[in-house]
């Protein structure tokens, strides 16, 4: 699997939410920052039903964990997460997200290691799309520059969609990979 590839398999799965998002304790975040922590930051689950393209048997997609947190002051979204699977195999990711005010737009970092291949890459610009979190790239495959997105749909306070799509002809965008991120549950003992 290339890097591009991996790269657009969980960019979407490493970005995960908490109810209560974590800021840094030196100072507030910028309202865009704020905002992107307020859906993502925290610890999550995730479970891949699409994969190259078609549903992933039940059971048999990468199945994971997902932290990520407000870092530097409130400047970046920092995710890492782990999952393996049937289908999809063993993936390893360590995303930044940050906010250009020059650009009007969010930048991705993005690293991911498998079994075969690693590697880091600067991949794309992202905004929001009223309550949707789109991120434009381009990636090579087969030797060609396609064009890709990651959306993140149906957001909630406990759950969202990550669809990465690709480019099949004529600005046809297909989905290629879906996970589910469902926030993992805070277990609170009680003295009785």
């Known amino acids: 699997m290339t ?10 799965v490493a970005f995960v939410s908490t109810a209560t998002p974590v800021h840094s304790t030196d100072s507030s975040p910028i309202p865009e920052m704020a905002r992107l922590a307020e859906v993502f930051a925290g610890d999550w689950n995730t479970v891949e039903i699409m994969q190259h393209g078609s549903p992933v048997p039940n059971g048999a997609g990468r199945r994971g964990i997902v932290h990520a947190t407000l870092t530097g002051g409130g400047t970046a979204l920092v995710s890492e997460g782990h999952s393996v699977g049937t289908v999809g195999g063993d993936l390893q990711w360590f995303i930044t997200v940050w906010w250009d005010p020059n ?4 930048r991705f970092l993005t690293c991911f290691r498998t079994p075969t291949d690693a ?4 991949r794309g610009t992202a905004h929001w799309n009223g309550d949707t979190f789109v991120n434009d790239y381009e990636e090579v495959i087969n030797g060609k520059r396609i064009k890709a997105q990651d959306v993140w749909t149906d957001i909630t306070a406990n759950s969202h969609t990550l669809t990465e799509s690709h480019d099949v002809g004529n600005g046809l965008l297909k989905p290629y990979v879906v996970s589910h991120n469902t926030r993992k ?8």
């Open 119 to 122: 590697g880091c890459e600067l």
């Open 185 to 192: 549950s805070i277990l609170i003992a009680t003295a009785r």
């Open 103 to 106: 650009a009007n737009c969010y």
């Open 3 to 12: 890097n591009s590839l991996i790269c657009r398999l969980l960019c979407g």
